[in-house]
């Protein structure tokens, strides 16, 4: 069993930056893909990035990269999401996961088998 704690959310104005924790615990990272996904209200669960620990890669959503940036420390079994300029339609909730998703299929949700409760992200004009 993983059990994952998100943290870092909060309200920032337009531009502004913010960064994400995810502190995970029961197993580490190392045979798993850990990713970001976020929710708006009204909208399905949306890939944002993730690293793929066995092959020490990382992906990241359409648009994505540009501001975001997923890192993660193996040794503290901790995942970080550096989010810069951000926008107000970054507002949402961002979630951590854990899986074993198969080669292309990061973005899918339902190949993930934990999941943080969510911090709460608000991005004002």
């Known amino acids: 069993q993983v059990q994952l704690v998100e943290s870092g959310g909060g309200l920032v104005q337009a531009g502004g930056s913010l960064r994400l924790s995810c502190a995970a615990s029961g197993r580490t990272f190392s045979h798993y893909v850990v990713g970001w996904f976020r929710q708006a209200p009204g909208k399905e669960r949306e890939f944002v990035a993730c690293?793929?620990?066995?092959?020490?890669?990382?992906y990241y959503g359409d648009s994505m990269k540009d501001r975001f940036s997923i890192s993660g420390d193996n040794a503290k079994n901790t995942l970080y999401l550096q989010m810069n300029s951000l926008k107000p339609e970054d507002t949402a909730v961002y979630y951590c996961?854990?899986?074993?998703?198969?080669?292309?299929?990061?973005?899918?949700?339902?190949?993930?088998?934990?999941w943080g409760q969510g911090t709460q992200v608000t991005v004002s004009s």
């Open positions: 690293i793929n620990w066995s092959v020490g890669l990382t």
């Open positions: 996961a854990v899986g074993r998703p198969p080669y292309g299929r990061w973005r899918y949700t339902n190949e993930y088998d934990y």
